[in-house]
């Protein structure tokens, strides 16, 4: 009696077993993996050579330098990192670009040698996801000539967890050009050349980067920008947060006009956690909290943060907290609820939005602040 197996899937009774199909290392492509030998072509075979449901196993502790990006295009493929690391050599061709569907990617490094200033092309974001489906789990960025990972290109479906990103020149994580539907679990950033972890949705996309859900991210001190930002988006949470020693505010809300022209931001949802030493840059006045609307093509509407320690932001900014209405802007239904402030400016709350906010339950170095707003 013989027996069939196709596209390596066994079919017993109504069991179905689906194969990982076939396990590829770069080796086997001529990589040498020392830390020192350009692996650029063989790693770029490996990829070549990829097919729906197979395995890229990298060596435990190789380090495979490469000068051009890289890009994982087929869908449903394994990447094992095994610990090892892709090092970029050049920075204006740096990335490795996953627009394959359905892949999975764990415990990889991804370095970049040297990094001279901030880009931000494509070629330049060092973990870029394009893909559907997209998991990354256990990945470090360690400098990047652009964003440490960028999600963007209408890419859906995706999860990060467990990645950490170190010594970006722009936005540790950056999520835009209709992004949507995705969680973010657990990253880490430090020392990020703009915000930590930022959702960003340009006018000159067309799209509108949507349904995003943040938990537990820690952000370790910013060189430039803000710690956690919704700068146009729709339907956006962070929950559980541990935002430290930002450059501007703590957390960023609202949109944004020139030179960046951003859609507005609606239904955003900031809970928990704490945010210390926000704000130290003086020339920057945005105190811990901040929301914001400076484009007036769009605006902002049903803000919530809620139930945040807010903690030594610096202490000559205006405010600790504050909802600003730019000139021809909107703003409405900005709900601040259950904050506690400690130390920071003397001025613990201001807005020119008076009837767009309700703010209840807070207080500042033990004293209850006033109720506003009635909703």
Partial sequence: MAVVVACATLVVGLLVVVGRGTTVTPEEHGAVGDGRTDDTAALQRTLAALEEGDTLELRDGAVYPHAEVLELA??????????????????????????????????????????????????????????????????????????????????????????VVEDSRADGIHMTGGAHDGRVVSPVTRRTGDDGVAVVSYLADEAVTARIVVESPVVEGTTWGRGLSVVGGQDVTYRDIDVRDTDAAGVYIGSEGDPYFTYGSQDVLVEGGRVTGANTNSDKDHGSVLVYTGNERTGAERITVRDLQLVDSRASASWDVGVLRGPGTEI?????????????????FWTNAEDAVLLTGSTADGRRLPDRGDR
């Fill in 74 to 163: 087929t869908s449903g493929v394994h990447l094992e990192g095994n610990g090892a690391a892709l090092l970029a050599t050049r920075e204006l061709t740096s990335a490795v670009h996953i627009s394959g569907d359905d892949v999975e990617i764990e415990d990889l490094t991804l370095q970049l040698e040297t990094s001279t200033q901030r880009f931000h092309a494509w070629e330049q974001m060092k973990l870029r996801i394009s893909g559907d489906g997209v998991q990354v789990r256990r990945v470090t960025v360690l400098g990047a000539a652009a964003a440490g990972v960028y999600v963007g290109n209408g890419a859906g479906d995706f999860l990060l967890e467990d990645v």
């Fill in 332 to 348: 409405a239904d900005v709900t601040l609820a259950g904050l506690t402030i400690e130390g920071g400016p003397d001025q613990a």
